[in-house]
Structures are given as C-alpha cells and as structure tokens.
C-alpha cells in the first residue's frame, strides 16, 4: 500500500476545517461511497438493458432501439419510467403482505453484495474480512423472495416458477462455492482486495484465468445459473409457466425483479472478472510503467490517471461478460429442469470438487505459481 | 458515548426487537408459511447479532446455511404438500402440551443458571480480534474441536445415507411391479405394500395442481 490521495482522510479534515466536530464529519462521509455505488449499480442495469436489446437486435438481424436518444441508449430509461407509470395491480386473492414483500427481498440482497465489489485498491466501500463469502451469503437469500412472491401470488404458475427458482438456487450455489474456493484457496483470503492483488504484478499473465480455466468455466455456468438468465431461466420458462413467479406482478414491483435480474447479472460479471481477470489490474503491469515514464507512483497526476484506468479495466471486463452472457442467451436453446438439476449435481459438483483437489495439488507442488 | 457506541446500542435493540417478535410469531401464527417465512426472518436477526459481536464469518455462515438452505427447505416442503385437512382435536391433547411446557421450561431453565453461573468478565474485551475470525475459526476447528467437527460431519453423511435411502422408495402398484416394471436397484428395505393404488384420496408428493 503505497501513500498518496487519501479522499476519505482529506474530505473528513475539510469538513473539521469548516467547524464541524469530528463524529459529525465521518457521518457525512459515511453514506457517500454507498450512494455513488448505488447510483453506479442503478446506472449499470440501464446500460447492461440497452446493451441486451441491442445485442439481441444484432443477434437477430435487426436495428434494435433507435428514436429514444442517440442510438436508443435512452430506452432503458423510457422503459423504466413506463413501469414506473403503470398501474400497480395486487390480485383480489392474493396475499398482499407477502406480494409486496417478495420483490424487496430480491433486490436488497443484490445491492447489498456491491459492498465488497473493488474498482480500485482503495475503491470499495468495505474490505471485510469475509469478502466473497458474503456475495455467496447473500446470494442464498434472494430465493426466499422468489418463493414468497410465487406463493403470494395465488397461482399455479406463480408457485412453480418459485419453486424452481429455489432448487434452482440450492443446486447451482455448491458449485458456486466450489469455484469461489478453489481461488480462496490460491489467495489465502476471501478479501476480494487480496484475490485481486494475488493476481498482479505480471500483468494479463498473472491473472487467474490461466490458472484455473476449469473453474472460470464453471463459475460462468453457475453464475448464470443464479442470475436465472437464458440457457437455466426455468423459473421464467414462457412456453412452461407463462412468466412463472413473475406472472401477477405489474409495474414497479415487476420492475424490482427485472432490476434485481441484471444487477445480478451486473454484479456476477464484475466478481468474474475480479475472481478471474484480475479485477482492477491493468494487461500491463502500471509499476513497469511508470518506471519507464520515470514518475513516481506518488504522484497525485499518476495516481487519479490509476485509478480511473482501474475503474475502467474493471467495468469493461465485466461489460464483456456481460456480452457473454447476452451472446449465450440467443445461442443456447434452455434445459429442461432435470437436465438443469442432473448437470448441477451429478456434473457441476464433482468437476467444482476436482478442480478443488486439483488446485491444492498444484498449490503443493508449484507453492510460487499457486499462492503456496 | 460516541457515535459508533449509539449505533451499536440501537442495533443491539433493534435486533433483539426483531428476533423476539418474529419468534413469538412463529410460534403464534395460525398459517403455517408465515411462521416459515418469520423463521427467516429471526435467523437473519440473529446473523446481525453475531455481526454485533464482530463474529462475522459466523454471521455470513448463519445467513448461508440457515436462511439459504434450511429455511428455503422448510418452505419448499410447506409449499409442496398440498393436503387439506381439518383440524381435529385429539383425545389426550393436554399431555403433549403439558410435555411440551415441561420440556420448554427445564430448557429454559438450564440456560438461565448457565448464563447466571458464567462469569463473562474477561471475556468481551470489546474490540475485534487482531486475525481474522476465519482463521481463528479454522485453527481451531483442526485442532481443539477436532473431534465435535469429525462427529458433526459423520452425523450429516449419516443423514444423507438416510435421505437417499428414503427418497429411492419407488411408490407403485404391486402388480405392476412383480409383473413388468420390476426396478433393477431394489433395496432391501424397500416396503411390499402398495401405497398409492387408492382412487386419488392421497396425494403423492409432487402434486400441487389439485
């Protein structure tokens, strides 16, 4: 860790400076890194929306959105405010307590896992100790909302869409687990700053995904799976189950789950692509750089031109598995759900506990290239 | 009192607020899948008191296995049973309950003198701990707690045998099954009587569109 622009350090001594007592200040400063996070989180789901149409417009030989904005970026904007405009419609025989409170209990979790999501070595709003551990905490419970949601619904297709969703859900965490632990294991640490910075240094070599190819595979697989998106979206299944746990819901509380969908999706391709692709690491190691530039790496200049360089590899790599992701979407027909559950436990579990020993081996014999 | 001090103490309340009454809801509530969904809720409660405590990887932990994977299954299997039926009064119900009472009060007695006779002085020095809880968690589970780890984990491949076991008990017809569909894997304890030939007054599991 190297000195230089500390924001929250000099923010905090302005404010003291202005008169406001110590407590005051750190209390102003707390909600800011969450907000611009959530703003950021919000602002993804617009461009990852815009990106979907888009792509899937390409895709199928199409324009896609043109008249809202240049290009159509602003129809994920137009898109939203007609959810927002739409009338809010609880069934007669539904049960309105747990109607409204299903939707909530599947964004929060989502939002909340941003908290150890880095874009720089200093640009998060928590490093906790426990890290990724949380993402997969967290994820678990998303599923209740899912199910709350089917059963308050009063309809058939309601229930099994939860249903499936939450074995769905049960199923594809363990492997999950399994990928996340391989590079725990590697890293000493489930601080996502600490995976990140096992994996710098030698630039684009450095990065996990030589490593453990198998796992990335495997992590894509059950991350979409979590997400819900195209190959596994069995709880949504049209030509099954009409839009499953969805089919009640209009307007906004339609629009928490379709906001929950792609900040997953968002949150999922930003923690492979710090799980994998060396989070906020440049291809090139910086150090190098600036050593050829002949700056120091304490310069403020140099440091903001880091940072934002970081902010930028992070997003873009999360941006391209994103495309991934929406590529997938038009290319892979969807499972059956016992194809969905035989691959999940009889296929995913034991490659994720192979790779797992695997990892340990290597980790054993190549101690310098495997974290030993 | 700093602000971090306020904080806590008002979590601490708020918390225990919660747990209380989404516990007393569980077990007041006449529909079975509120007291379900209520169980989430004070597992939760309980995952943010652990927070309290800086035990965090404990309260991730709880959150993941409690909330993620015990609790969905309770509602999963709530939500999959599909069987109307009346409640009926049973002759001797005063029995149970007085067992019940019996039970609830020794435990709740036992745990009151254990808190009374420990002394927790020294205990919470109030600071968190210099390593991380996840590696004071793992040295001590390979080394003092060795033995309640091993047992806990044979306990659980013990219950799995007995899921497998139950869950490759095929239901069918018994003529049916001497005559054509004899299944290759039988097992040894599996039941002869038939179980579902009756005319749809049972409903096997699996069936929720009645």
Not at chain 1, 106 to 123: H, R, T, W
Not at chain 1, 206 to 223: K, S
Not at chain 2, 84 to 97: C, G, I, T
Not at chain 2, 152 to 176: D, H, N, T, W, Y
Request: net charge negative; glycine share 8%.
């Amino acid at each position: 860790m190297n000195p230089g622009i500390d924001l929250q350090e000099s923010f905090i001594e302005t404010l003291i400076d202005l008169g406001l007592p110590v407590g005051a200040a750190k209390a102003i400063w707390m909600p800011l890194p969450m907000t611009v996070i959530i703003i950021g989180a919000t602002l993804g789901v617009l461009v990852s929306v815009w990106l979907e149409r888009k792509i899937s417009a390409a895709v199928q030989q199409r324009i896609g959105p043109e008249y809202a904005g240049p290009l159509g970026v602003l129809q994920a904007v137009a898109d939203g405010l007609k959810l927002v405009f739409k009338e809010d419609i609880v069934p007669a025989k539904a049960d309105p307590w747990l109607f409204t409170i299903g939707p909530v209990i599947v964004v929060l979790p989502a939002f909340l896992s941003y908290l150890i999501v880095p874009f720089g070595q200093n640009l998060l709003i928590s490093n906790v100790g426990i890290g990724i551990f949380l993402w997969i905490a967290l994820s678990s419970v998303a599923p209740i909302g899912l199910l709350m949601a089917g059963y308050a619904s009063n309809n058939k297709y309601s229930l099994l869409g939860g249903l499936r969703a939450a074995a769905q859900s049960i199923s594809y965490e363990i492997p999950l687990a399994l990928a996340v632990l391989a590079i725990v294991m590697m890293s000493n640490s489930l601080s996502t700053i600490d995976i990140v910075e096992q994996q710098s240094g030698y630039g684009i070599l450095g990065w996990n995904v030589w490593r453990q190819p198998i796992g990335l595979v495997l992590f894509w697989i059950c991350a979409l799976a979590e997400c819900e998106r195209l190959p596994f979206d069995l709880p949504e299944a049209e030509e099954e189950l009409v839009a499953g746990y969805q089919t009640e819901y209009s307007g906004m509380r339609f629009g928490l789950f379709y906001v929950a969908s792609y900040v997953n999706l968002v949150l999922s391709s930003v923690l492979a692509a710090v799980l994998y692709f060396g989070g906020w690491d440049f291809p090139i190691p910086l150090d190098l750089v600036s050593s050829w530039l002949g700056v120091s790496e304490t310069n403020p200049t140099f440091q903001v031109v880091t940072a934002s360089l970081g902010i930028t590899a992070t997003l873009l790599k999360a941006y391209f598995f994103v495309f991934v992701a929406i590529l997938l979407r038009w290319t892979l027909p969807r499972v059956r759900i016992d194809q969905l559950l035989d691959l999940g436990w009889k296929f995913l579990l034991p490659v994720g506990l192979v790779n797992l020993l695997l990892t340990a081996g290597l980790k054993l014999a190549f101690p310098f290239a495997f974290g030993g | 009192m700093n602000l971090a001090e306020g904080v806590q103490i008002v979590s601490f309340g708020l918390l225990s607020l919660m747990v209380l009454g989404a516990a007393l809801g569980v077990v007041l509530l006449q529909n079975i899948v509120y007291s379900a969904f209520l169980l989430g809720g004070v597992l939760i409660s309980i995952a943010g008191l652990y927070l309290l405590l800086n035990a965090d990887f404990v309260a991730a932990a709880q959150v993941l296995i409690y909330v993620g994977a015990v609790n969905i299954l309770i509602l999963f299997a709530v939500m999959l049973v599909n069987k109307q039926e009346d409640f009926a009064s049973l002759p001797r119900s005063w029995v149970r309950q007085g067992a019940t009472a019996l039970v609830c009060t020794g435990l709740f007695a036992l745990l009151s003198t254990m808190i009374l006779q420990t002394s927790w002085l020294g205990l919470n020095s109030g600071a968190a701990p210099e390593t991380s809880t996840t590696i004071l968690i793992g040295e001590h589970l390979f080394s003092d707690f060795l033995l309640p780890f091993e047992l806990a984990s044979v306990l659980l491949l013990m219950a799995l045998i007995g899921a497998v076991v139950l869950a490759r008990r095929e239901f069918l017809p018994e003529e049916i099954v001497s005559s054509e569909r004899q299944p290759v894997l039988t097992l040894p304890e599996r039941p002869r009587q038939p179980m579902v030939v009756s005319s749809g007054t049972s409903s096997t599991p699996g069936s929720t569109s009645e």
